[in-house]
């Protein structure tokens, strides 16, 4: 990594959003820029790999029509990581065989944990798609590989602020959670923040009881919501994920949970819960976003690219998955384009120092460990018999993430 930061920044003027110049546009018929993504097409997390591709297919095509990057046209090469940490690395192992050294892979953290440690030897560089377990970035620091995607204590500290604000009176909560490591965790920091926050902003203690925990891809959650159901808490955290939170919310309304709680916070699912339940949708529920298009009505490239995968899809609800898809291809053809080649050693520095601006908003990387810190979006959503669809949303907040942000260690845990 010998690029002078002055020599990257005076790259980075003439990155991807000079290739709309017709003399610049020289991509040869056939000669591509291969460009790989891994990610979940099969298992739980299918979910959000569907979105995970088509935000990176969307990036691919924006790029290409406006020139391509070093003179090519971009090529996905997308592989199934099937959810596991072996099918990622078969996935990766083939990729590195073709010779491919931008990689880019998300969202789920054991599936990254097994391949960062292979990038070093592959001459790769690597975006990682919105992840949020804090290992990633800490105790699992690689130099060779960016987060673009909000760090669980960030993310889950400024929802705790915004539960403190909007329901001070609500000090007692209950937490359901997948029993993985990285889940665990996000249950753990959403608990420290609503500890920091409540005193802070609601002038009350808060008290967090024992989580209850389910096995990753679990079909029947009756038990945990038959102790949900006895549970003396007014708010309720879900830390389930995928086709498991979906499978959860369906059975938990025929136990009247969303009667139970005043409000329940859901960690992630956003309105991938309301687009498979429709009018069965619980009645409010707030949820934590990367990215939601009426949050970030000023920013162009959002609205493109929302318009977009409309027109893709006929969908008006994409989950923020597809954003950060998006703003990850983004990022690492645009680092390529301004260092002149793939090489990681020109890749790495240029993703540094570049902004381009994405769907989120300028794309930055903290410089100590290489992890994004973008706004913080909240939403609040659930049914509405009024709306065609059944539901609809109700209210979004938008929180400075560096306000909640923790300090860098990298190669250290977090304290």
Do not use: C
């Amino acid at each position: 990594m010998t690029f002078a930061r002055r020599t990257i920044l005076k790259g980075a003027a003439a990155g991807l959003g000079a290739l709309a110049a017709p003399s610049i546009l020289r991509a040869a018929e056939g000669d591509t820029l291969r460009v790989a993504l891994i990610t979940s097409l099969s298992g739980p997390a299918q979910l959000y790999g569907n979105f995970i591709k088509i935000g990176t297919t969307i990036a691919a095509d924006r790029i290409n029509a406006k020139g391509g990057a070093l003179g090519k046209k971009i090529e996905l090469v997308i592989r199934d990581d099937k959810g596991s940490p072996d099918g990622a690395v078969a996935a990766f192992r083939e990729l590195a065989g073709m010779g491919i050294k931008l990689v880019a892979q998300g969202p789920l953290t054991a599936p990254l944990l097994a391949t960062l440690p292979l990038l070093d030897g592959a001459g790769a560089s690597m975006v990682m798609v919105g992840p949020s377990s804090a290992s990633l970035t800490h105790e699992n620091f690689n130099p060779n590989a960016f987060r673009l995607g909000f760090s669980g204590p960030m993310a889950y500290s400024g929802f705790a602020s915004v539960m403190a604000r909007k329901y001070p009176d609500v000090t007692r909560w209950a937490v359901m959670a997948t029993e993985t490591d990285s889940l665990k965790d996000l249950a753990r920091q959403f608990t420290l923040g609503l500890k920091r926050e409540y005193p802070k902003l609601a002038g009350k203690e808060v008290e967090v009881l024992d989580p209850l925990f389910a096995s990753f891809g679990a079909a029947d959650y009756k038990n945990q919501i038959s102790s949900l159901m006895d549970a003396k808490a007014d708010g309720l955290f879900n830390v389930l994920q995928g086709a498991d939170a979906i499978s959860y919310y369906k059975q938990a309304r025929t136990f009247g949970v969303e009667n139970k709680y005043r409000i329940q916070a859901d960690s992630g699912n956003e309105l991938s819960i309301a687009k498979a339940l429709g009018r069965n949708t619980p009645k409010e529920i707030w949820g934590w976003t990367g990215w939601y298009q009426e949050a970030v009505a000023d920013n162009p490239v959002a609205q493109e690219i929302y318009k977009d995968y409309v027109g893709r899809t006929k969908d008006e609800y994409p989950n923020w998955f597809m954003a950060i898809a998006h703003d990850s291809i983004l990022a690492i053809v645009n680092a390529a384009q301004v260092a002149g080649s793939t090489d990681r050693a020109g890749v790495l520095p240029a993703m540094a120092a570049s902004a381009p601006l994405g769907a989120t908003g300028k794309i930055t990387f903290r410089k100590e460990d290489q992890t994004f810190v973008g706004n913080l979006v909240y939403i609040k959503f659930g049914a509405d018999a009024s709306d065609p669809k059944g539901w609809r949303v109700f209210e979004s907040v938008v929180l400075p993430g560096a306000e909640f942000v923790e300090p860098a260690t990298p190669g250290k845990k977090l304290a």
